[in-house]
């Protein structure tokens, strides 16, 4: 959301209060474009990001840009059926996230090694390198040991769903079920991740 700051000594926008108010967009990034004389005054509402009024129209558009891609959350896809990675990536980028994907398990690894992750979404049945692999190297590593992941597969017995959660999936979901609670459950964990993490809000166009 980009909102519009009032001039000097007027406190917080009106608006962003309200969504700070609202449980269901308390947690709603909020940039704020403001004069120069009130950037100080800007950085204390807990905006995610500050614009200067003064930036010409294409500078401003450019800057959001790098704002967002800098502070985009980042779920891995990781299936050797393209359908499903077609599905779940659309899903994905229509609701902001950025998606990178793999078809099998040793791709999933590199790129968890690469890439700093807010989630995998792994199926269990893969070529290369297991899931259950995947999941085994990810929880030994120390930079990959925290990143949440939801397995997301067509096995569904109660055997394997133990197995996952043993070796650290979040989740257990079975395929076919729709998608609403895996984006619930996506939405959730991304925003517990970033709450958990240090110095998550910025301050940019100073």
């Given at each position: 959301v980009l909102i519009r700051m009032p001039g000097e000594g007027a406190g917080t926008p009106p608006a962003l209060g309200r969504l700070r108010e609202d449980p269901r967009m308390a947690e709603i990034p909020v940039l704020l474009l403001a004069e120069p004389g009130c950037h100080r005054e800007a950085?204390?509402?807990?905006?995610?990001?500050?614009?200067?009024?003064?930036?010409?129209?294409?500078?401003?558009?450019?800057?959001?840009?790098?704002?967002?891609?800098?502070?985009?959350r980042w779920v891995a896809v990781v299936d050797d059926d393209p359908g499903t990675v077609a599905v779940l990536t659309e899903m994905l980028k229509l609701r902001g996230?950025?998606?990178?994907?793999?078809?099998?398990g040793e791709e999933a690894v590199r790129i968890a090694r690469d890439r700093d992750l807010d989630l995998m979404i792994l199926d269990l049945n893969m070529p290369r390198?297991?899931?259950?692999?995947v999941l085994e190297t990810l929880r030994a590593e120390e930079k990959t040991k925290s990143l949440p992941v939801i397995v997301l597969t067509g096995m569904h017995t109660e055997m394997d769903r133990t197995r996952a959660l043993a070796l650290g999936a979040l989740e257990f979901l079975e395929k076919g079920h729709g998608l609403q609670r895996l984006t619930s459950e996506i939405e959730l964990l991304v925003k517990q991740r970033w709450m958990a993490a240090p110095?998550?809000?910025a301050a940019a166009g100073e």
């Open positions: 950085l204390s509402t807990g905006a995610a990001g500050l614009f200067s009024m003064e930036a010409d129209p294409g500078r401003l558009c450019e800057e959001i840009e790098t704002f967002l891609r800098s502070n985009r996230y950025g998606v990178a994907s793999a078809s099998n390198k297991s899931g259950w692999k110095g998550e809000a």
